[in-house]
């Protein structure tokens, strides 16, 4: 596609619930990142993978949370036992690697009740 | 702990004139430096990006990078009502080992 491609758009769940969020990158590009972006806030790295490994995953706040990118191409990133304070538009950017040019998808809307 | 800071603002421009939006990062060893635009309820765009000190033009933006005292710039010139956003600025390691460390941002109003 033309641009970073993330699905869905919003995503209401209830405390406890697991969800999946899914990142579709610009084609060709080897690098995909995850952040998380709360209201007032500069988007918080949480993960990025280099073709199919993640190269860092530092930024994961906890083992509720994991992502998987098994062909090099689409990442889901996957939230165990969803808390309210996971409310927030996570932000999927993909870039050719090494230090380069990153750009965003539109986010997903995530509101835990 | 890496830390991009950034004032919050809101800064207030008037149209037609340069708006000057500055970061400071706190990793001696960034090597690249971003700027991007945040509209209200959109996903970050980006207009710039710089490596190497001095300084970067592309069109109205142009973007400043001062390595040695951690200092990263934006400056736009003809400020226009569209500009009217929040700018955040993002910083890089060395090697993309990592993603990047963002500011809070900056919101710019442009007074028409």
């Known amino acids: 596609g033309a641009g970073v491609s993330q699905t869905p758009s919003n995503k209401v769940t209830e405390k406890g619930k697991y969800v999946e969020l899914r990142c579709d990158p610009i084609?060709?590009?080897?690098?995909l990142y995850w952040y998380r972006q709360s209201l007032g806030q500069g988007p918080e790295f949480l993960i990025y993978f280099q073709g199919t490994g993640a190269a860092d995953d530092s930024g994961l706040p906890n083992d509720r949370f994991f992502a998987v990118r098994p062909e090099g191409s689409v990442s889901t990133l996957k939230i165990q036992r969803t808390e309210r304070g996971d409310s927030a538009v996570y932000l999927c950017?993909?870039?050719?690697?090494?230090?380069?040019?990153?750009?965003f998808g539109q986010g997903t809307r995530l509101t835990v009740v | 702990q890496k830390e991009v800071e950034q004032n919050s603002g809101p800064l207030s421009v008037p149209e037609g004139a340069i708006a000057s939006l500055n970061c400071t990062y706190s990793?001696?060893?960034?090597?690249?430096f971003f700027w991007y635009r945040q509209y209200s309820g959109k996903s970050p765009e980006l207009i710039m990006s710089?490596?190497?000190?001095g300084d970067k033009e592309d069109g109205r933006f142009t973007a400043q990078l001062n390595k040695a005292s951690q200092y990263v710039s934006l400056l736009i010139r003809d400020s226009q009502p569209s500009d009217s956003a929040t700018y955040l600025c993002?910083?890089?390691?060395?090697?993309?080992?990592?993603?990047?460390?963002f500011g809070k941002g900056t919101h710019l109003i442009i007074q028409p």
């Open positions: 950017a993909s870039s050719l690697g090494g230090v380069t040019e990153a750009f």
């Open positions: 084609s060709g590009h080897t690098a």
């Open positions: 993002a910083v890089g390691a060395g090697g993309g080992a990592d993603g990047l460390t």
């Open positions: 710089i490596y190497s000190n």
């Open positions: 990793d001696r060893g960034s090597q690249s």
